[in-house]
């Protein structure tokens, strides 16, 4: 299999926006459409990828902000973890708190699971429920010939995600980390949902807030 993988900064906060693709079939998702929706089609369209599934890492504003337009321009799938569709359904209120402006949401096609795999083309992308940042948040796994984790707001390089937001938990968050992702392969890469990417070797001995256990 041939992985196609472009990963940059979207929208008002510079979300890690992620577009993953087959390369034999064309098939393509796109990981936290949070902005810059002309930016995320023009990827696809240069690698020849028709994107089937839209999936969130959890419904802050800044990682769904694009989600809208990505669906009416694509005919993509919304998937979601019915956790957060408390905070999905309030996206607008989430864009006023920070000065900022967007249009209600469409509604979620489908809700993803925790072991659920979301196959297109050849690849699949696992899901893994992840509580902590909020009680929806998603990591998605994906192995080609090397395996990389989209890990969202719960696991940054040298740090996790904020848990005093709404819904967030401390106690959550490092339960995911240490008891999910931490039991994936060392040589996993990590993408965050902000900043630089990092390994699960690295994070297990660097990590100052979770260390393996």
């Not at 064309?26 to 023009?42: F, S």
């Not at 959890?58 to 694509?74: C, L, N, P, Q, V």
């Not at 240490?178 to 996993?188: P, Q």
Request: proline share 4%; charged share 25%; hydrophobic share 35%.
């Amino acid at each position: 299999m041939s992985l196609v993988l472009e990963t940059f900064q979207a929208g008002p906060l510079q979300c890690n926006c992620s577009i993953i693709g087959c390369k034999e079939t064309g098939e393509a998702a796109v990981i936290d459409p949070g902005g810059d929706v002309d930016e995320i089609i023009e990827i696809a369209e240069k690698h020849g990828l028709k994107v089937k599934y839209l999936l969130h890492t959890h419904a802050h504003f800044d990682h769904i902000i694009g989600s809208r337009e990505m669906k009416e321009r694509t005919g993509a799938k919304i998937c979601l973890h019915k956790g957060d569709q408390w905070l999905y359904d309030n996206l607008l209120k989430q864009c006023s708190m920070f000065g900022f402006t967007a249009t209600e949401p469409l509604p979620v096609d489908h809700y993803l699971s925790d072991e659920e795999d979301v196959k297109f083309g050849n690849l699949k992308a696992s899901v893994i429920h992840t509580p902590g940042h909020t009680p929806g948040s998603l990591c998605y796994s994906v192995t080609d010939k090397d395996s990389v984790l989209f890990a969202g707001d719960t696991l940054f390089k040298h740090g996790v995600g904020r848990t005093d937001l709404w819904g967030g938990s401390f106690e959550e968050i490092v339960d995911s980390i240490s008891n999910r992702l931490y039991k994936l392969d060392d040589s996993t890469r990590v993408i965050a949902g902000h900043g630089p990417d990092t390994t699960i070797w690295s994070e297990k001995r660097q990590n100052p807030f979770v260390s393996a256990r």
